[in-house]
C-alpha cells in the first residue's frame, strides 16, 4: 500500500518527540520521563503496524451486498451524497465483513438521510492515494476517521428506520444542521454548521479562503479553541451561577465534552482538546494540580494508543505544536512580577502569546498548506475572544430553532453580526503587504532545524527581551517557512498525472518556472478541472506565485483546459503556442477569450526558435497539413541541463515523425515524453531508434476509453530499450537533473512511509 504523505514526515515527528523527552529529562533530572520516550517509540512503531492491517491486499474482490445503518450524510463537490454507512457485507463467495464502516458515494437522484437502514450492493474500492505531490490524500483521512472501505454502489434501497442510540444520535444532528440552513443566510449557515457539528461541506470556497488567508481558519471547525470554550462556559454555569462544588463541575464538564464529541464528527483538534480538558478535570476532583506539558504528553499517548494514525495528521500535528507554543509562552509571562506588566499588559500578552503559537506552528502550516498568514497573529487577537461569543450566542440560537424557528431566527442575530465582524477584519487584513505569503513546502531537515534552534533559545537564549534572539528566531522561521525558494538549487521536471492528457512542470535551479501543458477532462467545466485540482497543488506546493513561460503543445483540451485554470490563478509571463493554423474550434476561441481577459503575453515559434534551455523542432515553418487533424501542428520542444536532454512530443503522429528525420531535425534525447498518450499511430520504430531514449514517459489515463498506451507502442519501446514510466499506473513521474549529467527518476508509487523503508533495509541479506 502506498501512501501520499513524505518518508520522512514520521521519522521527523518521531524524532522531535524523542529530542524533547530528551530535554526534559536532562532538565528535571529525572529519569522517569525516561518511560515517555518509550512511549514515543511504542507509538511511531504501532503507527507503522496499522497502516500494514489496512493494506488494500484485503479488500474483497467482486460485487457485495449488505444492510446497514446510515449513521452521517453529506454533499460532494460535484453534488453527489456522501454517506457513512456501518453495516454487515457478504461477498459472491458467501465471505462476510461484519461491523464495516463503508464511505459511500452515491450517484444516484434519491436522497438517504441518517438513522435509515438501507441494503446496498456494489463493489468495494480502494482508497484514492495522492498520484501527484501535493495531492490530497484521501486514504490518510479516511483511515483516521476509521472507515474500512468505500464503496459506488449500484443501488440503496431503504428498508426503515434504525432505533438505535446512535442512530437517534445521528439524526438529532442532521435536525439541528436543518434548524441552523432554516434561521441563518447559506454562508453563515455553513460556517455554523461547522463549528457546531464538524460539517464543513457547505463553507463557500471563496470563504474558506478568506479565513486561511487571515490564519484563523481554524475558526471554521470544531478546534481545541471551541472545545475549551465549552468547559469554560460550563464550569462558570456550574459554579458560579448553580453554586456547585468544583468537583461536580469538573465531573459534568467531562461527561457534557465527552457527550458533545460524540456528536459532532471529531477532527484531531478537537479530540486533543477533550482528551486535555479531561485530564484537567480529572486531576480536579482528584485534588491534583495539573501540569500543562504533562496534560499535553498525556493527551498525544491517549490518542496515539486509541488511534496511531494521528500521527501522520496535519490537524494532529498542528493542534499539539500549537498549544505547546501557548503554553510555553504562558509559562514565560507568568514569571513576570505584576508591578512589571504595564498598563496594556493584557495586549501585550496576548500579541506575545499569538507569537508563540505561530513560532511553533508556522513551519509545519508551510509544510502541510504550503502557505502561512503574517496577519493571523493580529486577527488571532480580535477574533479569538469573539469566538467565544459565537459559540454561546450559536448553541444558544440551535437550541431555540429546535422549539420555534423564529426564536431560533432573534438570536441568530447575534450569530450574523459577529461573522460579519470576522468577515470585515479577515478582508481588512489580508489587504495589507505581505500578510498571506505562498511558502512552499519547507524540506523536513530545515524543520528539524528549526525547532531545535527554538527550543534551545526559548531555553537559553540570554536575558528576557533580548532582540538577539528575537532576530535568531525569526531568522531561523524565515528559513524553515521559504527554505524552498531560498536553498532550492536543483532542476526537476514533474511529469503530472492529469489523467487522459499531457501536463508537466519545469522547476529549475535558478528559481524559473515552466508548464508544458496543463491537462484537462473533456466537458468538465473550468475552475474544477485538473488544472485547478492537480497542477496548481503542486505549483504551490513548490511555491511558485508567477511562471516564466507556458507552452501549450496544441489547443485541444486535453493539454489546454488546466493550463487555463493556471492561468487565471498565476501571472504568467508568456504564452507559446505553435506557429500553426489551427483550426478554429471551440477551445481555440475559448484559448483566446482566455488570453485577452487575463493579459497573457501570446508568442508563436517554429522550428530553430529556442532560449533558457528550451528549442522548439516542430511544426516546420510553411507546412499545414491538409487533412484537419489539428494534432499536426502539435509542438515539438527539447529541453536541456547540463547535457541530459528531454524530448517532448505533443500528439504528434508518425507522418509528423517522419518529417522530422527528413529534416534531419536532432531528436536525440535521454527521456522520451511519448506522443499522443502511447497511440498506436506515434512512436514510429525509425524515430524512437533516432531519439534513443533512456526513459520514456506516457501519460495516459488510467482505463481511458482509447485503450492508450497501445500494446504495439509499448513493444516498440521496448526494442529500443527504453524504461518505461506510466501515469496511469505510477502516477506522477519526478526527473532529477543532477549538474554532473545524471538523473534520477521517481515515481509517486515508489513513495513510502518511513518504517516501511527501514523494514525492507532490515529484511535484505
Not at 463503508?102 to 474500492?125: I, N, T
Not at 508568456?574 to 477569450?593: A, H
Request: proline fraction near 3%; charge should be negative.
Amino acid at each position: 500500500m502506498r501512501l501520499g504523505i513524505s518518508e520522512m514526515m514520521c521519522l521527523v515527528f518521531f524524532l522531535l518527540i524523542a529530542v524533547s523527552m530528551l530535554y526534559f529529562v536532562t532538565k528535571e533530572k529525572n529519569g522517569r520521563y525516561l518511560f515517555l520516550l518509550l512511549f514515543a517509540v511504542f507509538g511511531f512503531l504501532s503507527a507503522g503496524y496499522h497502516w500494514e492491517q489496512n493494506s488494500d491486499e484485503n479488500i474483497p474482490v467482486g460485487m457485495v451486498q449488505g444492510e446497514g445503518v446510515i449513521k452521517d450524510t453529506g454533499l460532494t463537490a460535484s453534488q453527489n451524497q456522501k454517506l457513512t454507512i456501518l453495516c454487515d457485507l457478504e461477498d459472491e463467495r458467501g465471505g462476510t465483513l461484519q461491523d464495516v464502516k463503508l464511505y459511500v458515494l452515491w450517484r444516484g437522484e434519491e436522497r438517504f438521510e441518517a438513522g435509515e437502514r438501507v441494503s446496498l450492493s456494489g463493489e468495494l474500492v480502494p482508497f484514492y492515494t495522492p498520484s501527484y505531490p501535493g495531492g490530497y490524500d484521501e486514504e490518510l483521512s479516511l483511515t483516521t476517521k476509521g472507515f474500512d472501505y468505500k464503496m459506488y454502489p449500484d443501488a440503496i434501497e431503504h428498508l426503515e428506520e434504525d432505533a438505535s442510540c446512535s442512530s437517534a444520535l445521528a439524526r438529532g444532528r442532521a435536525r439541528f444542521r436543518a434548524v441552523l440552513d432554516s434561521i441563518l443566510p447559506g454562508e453563515e449557515s455553513g460556517i455554523m454548521k461547522a463549528v457546531l457539528t464538524g460539517e464543513k461541506d457547505d463553507i463557500p470556497d471563496d470563504c474558506y479562503e478568506l479565513y486561511t488567508k487571515a490564519g484563523v481558519v481554524h475558526v471554521l471547525c470544531i478546534s481545541g479553541l471551541h472545545m475549551s470554550i465549552l468547559a469554560m462556559y460550563l464550569s462558570f454555569f456550574m459554579e458560579k451561577v448553580l453554586g456547585r462544588s468544583r468537583r461536580a463541575s469538573a465531573a459534568v464538564t467531562i461527561l457534557t465534552v465527552l457527550s458533545f464529541l460524540l456528536f459532532i464528527e471529531p477532527s484531531p483538534s478537537s479530540v486533543r482538546a477533550a482528551a486535555m480538558i479531561c485530564i484537567v478535570m480529572v486531576g480536579r476532583i482528584c485534588f491534583r494540580l495539573s501540569d500543562r506539558m504533562n496534560n499535553i504528553a498525556l493527551a498525544a499517548l491517549l490518542i496515539l494508543s486509541i488511534q496511531p494514525l494521528y500521527l501522520f495528521h496535519a490537524g494532529f500535528q498542528l493542534s499539539f505544536l500549537t498549544v505547546m507554543g501557548i503554553c510555553l509562552g504562558a509559562s514565560k509571562l507568568e514569571k513576570k512580577k505584576k508591578k512589571d506588566r504595564g498598563r496594556f499588559h493584557w495586549l501585550k500578552e496576548g500579541i506575545l502569546i499569538s507569537l508563540y503559537a505561530s513560532l511553533f506552528s508556522f513551519p509545519m502550516v508551510a509544510y502541510h498548506f504550503y502557505s502561512v498568514s503574517i496577519v493571523g497573529i493580529l486577527a488571532n487577537l480580535i477574533i479569538v475572544p469573539l469566538s467565544g461569543f459565537l459559540l454561546g450566542f450559536g448553541m444558544l440560537s440551535g437550541i431555540l430553532g429546535l422549539f420555534s424557528i423564529p426564536a431560533g431566527v432573534f438570536a441568530a442575530g447575534s450569530v450574523y453580526g459577529i461573522l460579519q465582524i470576522f468577515k470585515g477584519i479577515c478582508s481588512a487584513l489580508t489587504q495589507l503587504p505581505f500578510a498571506y505569503t505562498l511558502a512552499g513546502r519547507p524540506s523536513l531537515l530545515v524543520i528539524l532545524l528549526y525547532y531545535g534552534i527554538l527550543l534551545w533559545f526559548m531555553e537559553f537564549g540570554g536575558k528576557k527581551g533580548s532582540w538577539k534572539v528575537g532576530v535568531v528566531l525569526c531568522g531561523a522561521m524565515f528559513c524553515a517557512v521559504f527554505e524552498n525558494a531560498i536553498f532550492r538549487k536543483e532542476t526537476t521536471v514533474a511529469f503530472l498525472d492529469v489523467g487522459q492528457g499531457d501536463g508537466a512542470v519545469i522547476s529549475a535551479y535558478d528559481g524559473k518556472t515552466y508548464l508544458i501543458d496543463g491537462g484537462g477532462v473533456y466537458g468538465k467545466e473550468i475552475g474544477k478541472n485538473v488544472g485547478r485540482n492537480v497542477v496548481l497543488p503542486y505549483l504551490e506546493s513548490l511555491g511558485v506565485s508567477r511562471l516564466d513561460g507556458v507552452f501549450l503543445s496544441h489547443p485541444d483540451s486535453d493539454h489546454m483546459t488546466g493550463m487555463l485554470e493556471v492561468l487565471e490563478e498565476i501571472p504568467t509571463k508568456g504564452l507559446y503556442l505553435s506557429d500553426y493554423s489551427f483550426s478554429e474550434t471551440e477551445d481555440t476561441l475559448l484559448l483566446k477569450e482566455m488570453v485577452e481577459k487575463n493579459q497573457v503575453p501570446l508568442y508563436t515559434v517554429k522550428a530553430g526558435d529556442g532560449s533558457d534551455g528550451f528549442r522548439c523542432l516542430y511544426p516546420l515553418e510553411g507546412v499545414t497539413f491538409r487533412d484537419g487533424d489539428d494534432n499536426h501542428g502539435s509542438m515539438v520542444l527539447k529541453y536541456g541541463y547540463n547535457g541530459t536532454e528531454i524530448l517532448f512530443t505533443g500528439d504528434i503522429s508518425a507522418a509528423d515523425e517522419r518529417f522530422l528525420l527528413e529534416q534531419e531535425a536532432d531528436v536525440s534525447a535521454d527521456i522520451l515524453k511519448v506522443a499522443h498518450h502511447g497511440s498506436k499511430y506515434s512512436s514510429d520504430a525509425d524515430f524512437l531508434e533516432t531519439v534513443s531514449p533512456k526513459a520514456a514517459v506516457i501519460s495516459c489515463g488510467a482505463g481511458n476509453l482509447y485503450g492508450h498506451p497501445h500494446g504495439d507502442t509499448l513493444e516498440r519501446l521496448q526494442a529500443a530499450e527504453a524504461e518505461i514510466y506510466r501515469t496511469d499506473t505510477e502516477g506522477a513521474i519526478l526527473v532529477k537533473l543532477k549538474r554532473d549529467g545524471t538523473f534520477e527518476i521517481e515515481t509517486m508509487t515508489e513513495r513510502k512511509p518511513f518504517y516501511e523503508n527501514v523494514k525492507e533495509k532490515l529484511e535484505k541479506p
